[in-house]
């Protein structure tokens, strides 16, 4: 672990301390030992709900300070690993980088099984980690409360969207209805994710997904070195 942390406005005692039960976890993918879109993720922090309330700008601030601290000290092992922030229910925060473990799966009903449970997240967080996007009739379908505030990743890729005149949908019943009996009008399907990006659904592949999902390891390539 590359370090722990007591949260903003706690003193550090300087004695070891045992967090919680999470309140909150994000896991944000680093490269080159930097982490790209540092901005959209600060940006999604304070979007988020902590312990039923609003992240503080201390949160943000706080985070953003120690994830310099933490990537000199943890990314010399892991440049390429994940950075996660956790908060528990007392309002410790912790911070750690460690190595990034690639899916086992990316048929589409294993991204359907991950953008249920980020979608439980964004519940009580108000910010899914990890959203399922889709192709119906030239535009993509985002699985995502009207109004809803996304990720990082999220943001970014409903920015290239409007970049190249793509229009964005947003529906919430995309998670739950991709495979079902409608599913069959959707083109092709992805993931989208902090942690692992984007991921083409290897039975719902496409050459929208497959766009985007060069242009966020450019993005890594490029935000990384």
Sequence with gaps: MAARDIGPGELETG????????A????????GGELPMLNRHMRALGARTVN??????????WA?????????????????????????????????????????????RFLV??????????????V???????????????????GEAPSAAASLIEGLA???GLPVR????????LLGKRGHVYDEAFLVSDEHGVVPASDRAGMRGDKFARGWERLLERDGR
């Design 15 to 22: 004695s070891s301390f045992v967090l919680g039960e999470p």
């Design 24 to 31: 909150l976890v994000c896991r944000w993918r680093i490269h």
């Design 52 to 61: 039923d309330a609003p992240a503080t700008t201390e949160l943000v601030a």
């Design 64 to 108: 953003k300070q120690r994830i310099e601290w933490n990537l000199s000290s943890g990314a010399s092992r892991y440049p390429d690993g994940v950075l996660m922030l956790v908060v528990d229910r007392s309002g410790q925060a912790a911070m750690t980088v460690g190595p990034y473990q690639p899916l086992e799966r990316t048929d589409a």
């Design 113 to 126: 099984a991950r953008a249920k449970d980020a979608r439980r997240e964004a519940a009580t967080s108000g």
């Design 128 to 146: 899914a980690p990890e959203t399922l996007w889709a192709v119906r009739d030239g535009a993509l379908v985002w699985g995502a409360e009207s």
């Design 162 to 164: 409007k970049t190249v």
């Design 170 to 177: 947003r529906d919430p019943a995309l998670v739950s209805g």
